[in-house]
Structures are given as C-alpha cells and as structure tokens.
C-alpha cells in the first residue's frame, strides 16, 4: 500500500479477505458433506472424531476452538443421528465423554472423498493450499497469541 491510499480501503483489510474466504470455501463444502447428512460444522466434529475418539466434550471443544454452549447442540444433533454418543466419563463422573457409533465409524470411508473434491473445486495446485494452510495456521497463532514453530 502506497503513502495516498486509503488505509481504511475494504480491499485492503485482512479481516474482509479471511471472511470472505472462509464464506466461500465453506459453500464448496456444502453439496459436497450433503450426501452424507452433514454441515461443515458437523463435518469438523466428525473429523476430531475420526482422529482422536472417544475424547471428552471439553477437549473436543479445545480441539475444534469452539465453546462448549456451541458445540453442544452440534454433538446432540449428530447423535440424534446416530453417528455418536455421548456417555459419563467411566474415570470421572461429571465429564462427558463422546465415542462414534459403527454407523459414525463406516462415514469416515465416504469422508475420504471429501478432501479430493474440494480440492478439485478450488482449482488450486495441493502445494499452494499447503501453503495457504501454513500461513493461515500462523496468523490464527498471532492472533491468539500463542507461538508456534515454524519448522
């Protein structure tokens, strides 16, 4: 940006581009998690599921940077159906503890094509989203304040 222009211009501000973004992308997921009965929300619980069950609501809601009065209704929708459950903790009784079901389980094959196809849809090279995930990974970093390595 040069010294004359608008430092308040729309186009320049990092807030507009990540929203407008994330917006976009999120709508390629759409027709893409629809056949499987999911929301992108949905999706990203399923997807710290798949990698991490059975975890307890609280670090699930850690995992997914999601408070806990907004994850909630999220588990209790997929559990409804019946892609999860959601049972006291066997080692401490006031936690909640969140497992996939088998039909919660077998959705993981289905998901798999889910990465391919939107990369296809954005028509970018995988490097360059690589890329784009490092340096997004970097600002989320600044600006919570927590340092990563970049190694």
Known sequence: MTAGEN???LEHQVCFALAVAARTVIALYRPVLEPMGLTHPQ??????????????VK???RMLQLEPATLSPLLKRLEVAGLLRRDRSAT??????????PKGRALRDQA?????????????????????HGRLTRVIAAATGVEKSTA
């Open 59 to 61: 670090d699930l809601s």
């Open 92 to 101: 401490d009784e006031r936690a909640l503890a969140v497992a996939l079901t």
């Open 112 to 132: 798999l094509e889910v990465p391919p196809a939107i990369v296809e849809r954005l028509g970018m090279d995988v490097d360059e989203l690589m890329d784009l």
């Open 7 to 9: 430092p308040l211009a």
């Open 43 to 56: 999706y990203l619980v399923m997807l710290a599921l798949w990698e991490h069950e059975p975890v307890s």
